[in-house]
């Protein structure tokens, strides 16, 4: 029987909420891997201040203010003894998915690294029911929902 992938795009910053992650995953017997993008402070600002709702990789994103980013800075815990992988949020898209997809790789989880994956962005989930009856353009979907 093959397994079941299931990732996480949330911001988990709290030791204590990776940690149940973690177990989540081991009480089902799933590998896991933290993805920590690291970015400096001033970037960090200067990209909440230019979000753009019109903007699809924005239309969900929160304003937040000065107090409640430095709050969030604050409580933020960098990983510590976890399987984790961390990268440059400076970084192109193409060299993340390099590294992650050799780590992945290196973990036994992908057979191959020449893997084909859209880059990340708003999507849209297609069910099964909706591809059998036709009703879904799977040229303009990344995520398929089995």
Known sequence: M???????????NRIAERRLLK?????HN??????????D???AKKRIASRD???SEDK?????SKEQFNNYMQLMQSPADENCLVLSGKHVYG???????RRLNDMGLVENTDI???????INLVSRAQVQAGRADLSRRNVIIR
């Open 116 to 122: 084909k994956i859209a880059k990340p962005e708003l």
């Open 30 to 39: 799933a590998k896991e891997l933290l993805i920590w993008l690291q970015v």
């Open 41 to 43: 402070t001033e970037t």
């Open 23 to 27: 177990k989540i995953a081991q009480d």
């Open 53 to 55: 709702k019109r903007k």
């Open 2 to 12: 093959q397994g079941w992938g299931v990732i996480y795009d949330i911001s988990a």
């Open 95 to 101: 060299s993340q998915k390099t590294l992650i997809i």
């Open 60 to 64: 969900y994103s929160n304003t937040i």
